[in-house]
T-cell receptor, first 115, second 116 residues
Framework: AQSVAQPEDQVNVAEGNPLTVKCTYS??????LFWYVQYPNRGLQFLLK??????LVKGSYGFEAEFNKSQTSFHLKKPSALVSDSALYFC?????????????FGAGTRLAVHP | GAGVSQSPSNKVTEKGKDVELRCDPI?????LYWYRQRLGQGLEFLIY????????KSGLPSDRFSAERTGESVSTLTIQRTQQEDSAVYLC??????????????FGPGTRLLVL
């Protein structure tokens, strides 16, 4: 069965420092991986996705994520955090990259960026 | 362009009443998904529609939950005889194929349901 784990409930980082939000996955076939961000009282906003190709994927707002097949990970990163990056971040996975299917979400990681 | 819209944004109801939640997908998106997000938790899949195919209802938690979609437009999620454990944010997403042949789901703002 497909699953996603976000091992950290919360990540704290100082503004200007690099940030990493961790995600590991388990799928039976080829993974199709996503990161979404949720600001308070709002829906999820798409950040980036990995289908195939380059292991480093660049997305919105300066975020990027690195796909590591051997470690089954897809960690979200940003070189220099902003206070406005403070939000709830969700990693999601599905198989069958060529079709339509539901997403399996992690429990979420709350990112707090301190001035 | 316009994103996914949902209505109402908030709904308070009494236990045992029926509620209907509405989702307007992005124009041209062929797939539509419903998810539920309980307080402090991730999203749980409920149901999805893709074109004229039979919907995937595998995530519906009980027969009190049902959903319909008219063509490739509006969808309604109905919860009958609501229970307090139905309190959650109900999120709708729509998608279509992108240039890479993949699919990205775009989410609406959600309907926050509170069952008293």
């Amino acid at each position: 069965a497909q699953s996603v784990a976000q091992p950290e409930d919360q990540v704290n980082v100082a503004e200007g420092n690099p940030l990493t939000v961790k995600c590991t996955y388990s799928v039976s076939g080829n993974p199709y991986l996503f990161w979404y961000v949720q600001y308070p009282n709002r829906g999820l906003q798409f950040l980036l996705k990995y289908i195939t190709g380059d292991n480093l994927v660049k997305g919105s707002y300066g975020f990027e994520a690195e796909f590591n097949k051997s470690q089954t990970s897809f960690h979200l990163k940003k070189p220099s955090a902003l206070v406005s990056d403070s939000a709830l971040y969700f990693c999601a996975v599905r198989d069958n990259p060529g079709g339509y299917n539901k997403l399996i979400f992690g429990a979420g990681t709350r990112l707090a960026v301190h001035p | 362009g316009a994103g996914v819209s949902q209505s109402p944004s908030n709904k308070v109801t009494e236990k045992g009443k029926d509620v209907e939640l509405r989702c307007d997908p992005i124009s041209g998106h062929t797939a539509l998904y419903w998810y539920r997000q309980r307080l402090g938790q991730g999203l749980e899949f409920l149901i999805y529609f893709q074109g004229n195919s039979a919907p995937d209802k595998s995530g519906l938690p009980s027969d009190r939950f049902s959903a319909e979609r008219t063509g490739e437009s509006v969808s309604t999620l109905t919860i009958q005889r609501t229970q307090q454990e139905d309190s959650a944010v109900y999120l709708c997403a729509s998608s279509s194929r992108d240039s890479q042949g993949g699919e990205t789901q775009y989410f609406g703002p959600g309907t926050r349901l509170l069952v008293l």
